[in-house]
């Protein structure tokens, strides 16, 4: 079994320099790959002088996450792709586990590692932490991080464990069923689109595995900070699109008129809190999304499975009856 370790690049010689070296010294047993959305700065030239085994792959233009793969990785031929976001540090022996597990176990798709901030490495990341799931209305949350609430990491959630979403962040899925897939939705640019990809996987009846024996630390918010209403316009927008891709069929449209209106509330939040921007931003992720609601249904698929969702509402067990952690939740 080959493993291709694949990360997207737009200028981001800083982050090439810092990160790199870890993945690079780390993965004796991958080939390493950078997929670069056309980047206008000399990062391409950092990579072609320092560490010549690396592997470039141009792409023509900014796509984004989601596109920005896909053209790649026509190019990428070994089993297993590891998606490695720029600002992620791996660590010794970081692929073996998650190997191990792709060897043995024929039905696991996709797999995440454990995600704990590079910032403060006692703590869990946001993007991913121990492992993803939704909610009935497609609110992501993690083991480890709910909202705004993340958790330090005490091996609490140290069990190698079947998830409904792992982090792009650093996601492993094998080759055949991304392609079989087709990759990541276009049209989502930037933001849950391992969600949706995620979703498609689970609907196909495969497994999404976390293994905490792997470790990486992610800075988060590299490329676009989490206060950005580019990133609430994203979002907002794209969990819309998901929903509407992935939901069984006799929830579709009551979900989506409840997300409509738990949308309008977090559109008065910000807006009470003077953040007009991102007041906007939803606003404008609405508008998208009705643009595209009729070409999004037609990317649904025949059989959508009932059970998706971990939790009723995580927006009702975090707010109005305060379980602020994962293990609170059951």
Known sequence: MTVAVVILNWNGKSLLEQFLPSVVRYSPEAVVYVADNASTDDSLDFVKTYYPSVKIIRNTGNFGFAKGY???LRFVDEDIYALVNSDIEVTENWLQPILSTFETEKNVAAIQPKI?????KQYFEYAGAGGGFIDKFGYPFCRGRIFDTIETDH???DDAKDIFWASGACLFIRKAVYRQLGGFDDSFFAHQ???????R??????TIRYIPESTVYHVGGATLQQGN???TFLNFRNSLLMLTKNLPRPSLYSVLFQRLLLDAVAAFQFLS??????FLAIIEAHFSFYGRFGTTLQKREKHQKRDYYAVK???KAYYISGKKTFHNLF
Not at 193 to 199: G, P, V, Y
Not at 201 to 206: A, H, P
Request: glycine share 8%; with cysteine; net charge positive.
């Open 229 to 231: 209403p580019r990133k």
């Open 193 to 199: 689109e391992e969600i949706d990809l995620c979703w």
């Open 116 to 120: 704990r901030d590079y910032k403060d």
């Open 201 to 206: 996987i689970f609907n196909k009846g495969l």
């Open 155 to 157: 091996g609490q959630y």
């Open 313 to 315: 509402s995580i927006v």
């Open 273 to 278: 809190k003077g953040k007009l921007r991102h």
């Open 70 to 72: 896909n053209e790649a």
